[in-house]
């Protein structure tokens, strides 16, 4: 069974940093590309950012170029996104995902972890 | 980047109602689109990839169509359990990018 489980969220003040972490289970982690996802309060989704399976690749919205960081451990089968220079707008619940083998799409979906900006 | 424009907003039906959902791309991206199905407090669910074919486990009252810009979601017989907001999603290339929701209420 594919599980992920996201941590690291919480309360941080504007232009300070967080860590997000997700540990993944119940597949091969290197074969398959992760993404991360956001969702503000009451809001729709937003994609935030993608790594390909062997890490070789990052992709990032414009919203987060330049303050995010995703990157991959495959020996711990752990995804994580370093969040710097935070703003009030990045307040949102951040899902971990695995994308499918056909590529494209989210096929696993994490509980997702709230980060909230606020002085 | 490839907007995404999901049509309606909201849709008010009762159990057994087909429904209709309808996203249109701003550029055409082939089949590269999916419907997610999201319920309060919950992650998203997989329904639809590649415009059209079902995931594993996803009931058959759902189905997707339609190819380069215009596609649709279609619940053939609306179930309690399909009240929800549903989300199209563009794969073709990133950014990936999301429509704005379309949520089904009870009528």
């Known amino acids: 069974e594919v599980q992920l489980l996201e941590s690291g969220g919480g309360l941080v003040q504007p232009g300070g940093s967080l860590s997000l972490s997700c540990a993944a289970s119940g597949f091969t982690f290197s074969s398959y590309a992760m993404t991360w996802v956001r969702q503000a309060p009451g809001k729709g989704l937003e994609w935030v950012s993608g790594?390909?399976?062997?890490?070789?690749?990052?992709y990032y919205a414009d919203s987060v170029k330049g303050r995010f960081t995703i990157s991959r451990d495959k020996s711990k089968n752990t995804l994580d996104l370093q969040l710097n220079s935070l703003r009030a707008e990045d307040t949102a619940v951040y899902y971990c995902?695995?994308?499918?083998?056909?590529?494209?799409?989210?096929?696993?979906w994490g509980r997702g972890t709230l980060v909230t900006v606020s002085s | 980047d490839i907007q995404m424009t999901q049509s309606p907003s909201s849709v008010s039906a009762s159990v057994g109602d087909r429904v209709t959902i309808t996203c249109r791309a701003s550029?055409?991206?082939?089949?590269?689109l999916a419907w997610y199905q999201q319920k309060p407090g919950k992650a998203p669910n997989l329904l639809i990839y590649?415009?059209?074919s079902l995931q594993s486990g996803v009931p058959s009252r759902f189905s997707g169509s339609g190819s380069g810009t215009d596609f649709t979601l279609t619940i053939s017989s609306l179930q309690p359990e399909d009240f929800a907001t549903y989300y199209c999603q563009q794969g073709n290339g990133f950014p990936w990018t999301f429509g704005q929701g379309t949520k089904v209420e009870i009528k």
């Open positions: 590649a415009a059209s």
């Open positions: 790594i390909s399976g062997r890490g070789g690749s990052t």
């Open positions: 550029q055409g991206i082939s089949s590269w």
């Open positions: 995902a695995k994308v499918s083998p056909y590529s494209g799409f989210i096929d696993y």
